[in-house]
């Protein structure tokens, strides 16, 4: 307890930095999964094949040969970057990478005589994009998306490696410090308790995303996709909204 009391202002510091770490990397890949899922149902074959090919690329290599490239091969082309800022960047790569599959998944869920129907009717295709397919394409995104947020936040640990002092790398100083200062290993106790907040953590981001799918299928048993209906009637359907 007297371990608890006595580092509680540094492991608050650490947990914030994970923290921020995690809401800032979720930003920028939301952005990049949005604009490369986007891209990856765009209609130029080489724009379509060169965004599928990038996220392929950073989908495949391992988070953590990402993170040492970020943070040890900038400096070779001229780019100094902070341990902070070089784990914000790969994980926004790795993040935004996995996010775009999942937007291009939810986006191609969406029937395509929905689709063909409304341009029939003489709407425009950023207006079938933002009325027809992402309202109806959201509802299958959020819960995978949910899904990777708990690894983003799981691999926020992986800034010990570089120096960042979240909330893995202050267990591990707190651990060294008493170790070296008072003659005993607090290994055991501190790692356990790392891992109890990570799982708390996780745990929440796991049932919100649970939640989310159950009350998408709910939805869907309520006002089910017209997939079965005349064009006729899927027509009348986009002149109501």
Not at 14 to 42: I, N, Y
Not at 143 to 162: C, F, R
């Amino acid at each position: 307890m007297d371990l608890l009391t006595n580092n509680l202002a540094f492991i608050g510091k650490g947990l914030l930095m994970t923290l921020a770490l995690s809401l800032l990397t979720l930003f920028f890949a939301t952005v990049v999964a949005a604009l490369m899922g986007l891209a990856a149902m765009a209609h130029s074959t080489p724009l379509r094949w060169t965004v599928r090919s990038l996220t392929e690329l950073f989908r495949g290599v391992p988070l953590i040969v990402n993170v040492f490239f970020i943070y040890f091969g900038m400096p070779i082309f001229g780019l100094e970057l902070s341990p902070f800022v070089s784990i914000v960047i790969s994980l926004t790569i790795w993040g935004g990478a996995n996010g775009a599959e999942i937007v291009r998944g939810g986006l191609r869920a969406v029937p395509a005589h929905q689709l063909s129907s409304a341009l029939a009717l003489g709407m425009k295709s950023w207006e079938v994009l933002l009325l027809i397919q992402v309202p109806q394409a959201i509802r299958s995104i959020l819960p995978a998306y949910v899904g990777m947020m708990t690894q983003i936040v799981q691999a926020t640990s992986l800034g010990t490696l570089i120096g960042v002092t979240e909330f893995m790398r202050t267990g591990q100083s707190i651990v060294d410090r008493v170790t070296v200062m008072e003659g005993w290993n607090p290994a055991f106790a501190v790692y356990a308790g790392v891992l109890l907040v990570y799982f708390l953590i996780c745990s929440l981001l796991s049932a919100w995303g649970r939640h989310l799918e159950r009350r998408a299928t709910h939805e869907r048993t309520r006002h089910p996709t017209p997939e079965d209906e005349p064009l006729s009637e899927v027509s009348a359907t986009m002149l109501k909204v």
